[in-house]
């Protein structure tokens, strides 16, 4: 088994949203950036995994079985952290202990509690009286406190400050450290993917547009900046996207280097996941 | 069995922030029962009362759309509605039996006589009455959200009392049907009866539920 995620051909309509013919997969020992305007379809395809919602077509399987016929050990490899459900909040670190006790096997009680400790979370404090960080925090390390082989989450990072946003990718780091391990994380902070992902999916009005390797798309994509009369001399096959400016044009190329030797053109900036995305998105094609 | 109780426990934790409400209900209707001498009111509202927290959990579940991340435990929708049936089950039995010994200890401060046997009837009638609301807000809480579901519900009891009625009316007045010999009935199979019926209104309303669980998005 290479890969702990395949999704393949996967369609759910809605009477106003298609997630049209999805397919990717999450390879064993990496980390899966998911990418996406809001609405484009991630939290979608993240609860077709789950299987909250139900698909229309395709098939998903998650370490090699059917998504819908996995098994409650199975499940027990798999960590989740949803962006905007978790137990209520009238509980108490404790509480959530107990009760996590008694739904995982291998619930490891001391690894929650040294979390909880390094993140300075209150565990006699409702839930409810926690900040947007500290609620974030004690949804993850409910997520890694049964020693998952898989992370499934879905926008981690939102509404975190820039210090909580690092501690918790730390935590990601250190949880990957295990080959075995694997990380589909779904957000729309694209620097923090940057610092983490192996690898990017990039959902667009229900469909994925790009994937590819991050280090790929920051080595080999570039950002060419160039007049009128020189984005007349390129190649319709030599780029993906422009942006027309006020006096000059941004193109989108995904191999910057053959751009340099083909043409003469100064200017191609290396760019970073955010620009591909809005050059993806904002972008023109004749 | 280990995943059900523990989302038992999950609710019976949750509702710890429920604890004052319901203690203030509980001591309101004691005073009640005990100063108007009223025993079956008085243990009716008590497993009403009770019988009340189960539907609360499905507020809590809801606000902090709890069912959703319970799925993506090592929990299974079937897990998911059978604990509401068991903590229904559980809070119900327990609000009747606080009933049942309350109602014994007050005739016995007030000086009345206890018939043990017309006070069981009643326990088990004040079962059947308030299990069956809650048989019935369960799936419509599941099917409609808990705001909606309840209105819902309470649409479907006030039918099923209109129903009652009309057939209470139609026995007696027009098909002149002796309640004599319903008593006389009830007095030789009542307990069986009741909790035959309990049983049945439970399983029937669970696989409603849990039919309408498996098709759901969360």
Known sequence: ?286 | MKTIMGLVKKDLYTLKSYRKTVLTFLIIFCAVGFFQKINGFFMMMIALGLGMCTIATFNYDEFNHSDRYLLTLPVTRKQVVQSKYILSFLFLFLGVIIGYLFSIIFAMVNHQTVNMVELLFSALGVFFGIGLMQVIQIPCIYRYGAEKGRIQSLIVIAILIGIALGIGYLCSNILSISMNSLETWLNHYGILTFLFLIGFIYIISYRISYQIVLKKEF
Not at chain 1, 160 to 174: G, K
Not at chain 1, 175 to 190: G, N, R
Not at chain 1, 239 to 245: C, E, R, S
């Open chain 1, 1 to 286: 088994m290479k890969n702990s995620i395949e999704i393949n051909d996967v369609v759910k309509k809605y009477d106003s949203f298609l997630l049209d013919h999805i397919d990717f997969v999450v390879p064993i020992g990496s980390v899966v950036g998911f990418v996406g305007e809001n609405g484009a379809g991630k939290s979608t395809t993240l609860k077709l995994l789950l299987d909250l919602i139900h698909k229309d077509d395709g098939k998903i399987t998650i370490f090699g079985h059917d998504h819908q016929t996995l098994t409650a050990l199975e499940k027990q490899e798999i960590g989740v952290v949803l962006d905007d459900s978790f137990l209520s909040e009238y509980l108490t670190i404790t509480d959530v202990n107990n009760i996590m006790k008694g739904l995982y096997h291998n619930w490891d009680e001391t690894l929650f509690f040294h979390y909880t400790k390094k993140f300075s979370l209150p565990t006699k404090k409702l839930i409810k009286e926690f900040s947007s960080g500290m609620k974030m925090k004690i949804k993850v390390i409910s997520a890694l406190s049964h020693h998952p082989r898989l992370l499934i989450l879905d926008e981690p990072t939102s509404g975190l400050d820039p210090i909580a946003r690092t501690e918790l990718l730390d935590i990601f780091r250190e949880f990957m450290e295990d080959e075995t391990h694997s990380i589909l994380i779904s957000s729309h902070i694209t620097s923090d993917l940057e610092h983490i992902a192996d690898y990017l999916v990039f959902i667009h009005n229900g469909k994925i547009i790009l994937k590819d390797e991050v280090q790929n798309l920051l080595e080999q994509y570039g950002i060419l900046k160039c007049s009128f009369d020189e984005f007349q001399t390129l190649q319709k096959e030599d780029y993906i996207t422009y942006v027309k400016q006020k006096y000059s044009y941004e193109v989108l190329v995904s191999d910057k280097d053959k751009i340099r030797k083909k043409y003469s053109f100064s200017v191609i900036d290396k760019p970073n996941i955010e620009d591909i995305m809005v050059l993806y998105v904002k972008g023109e094609k004749e």
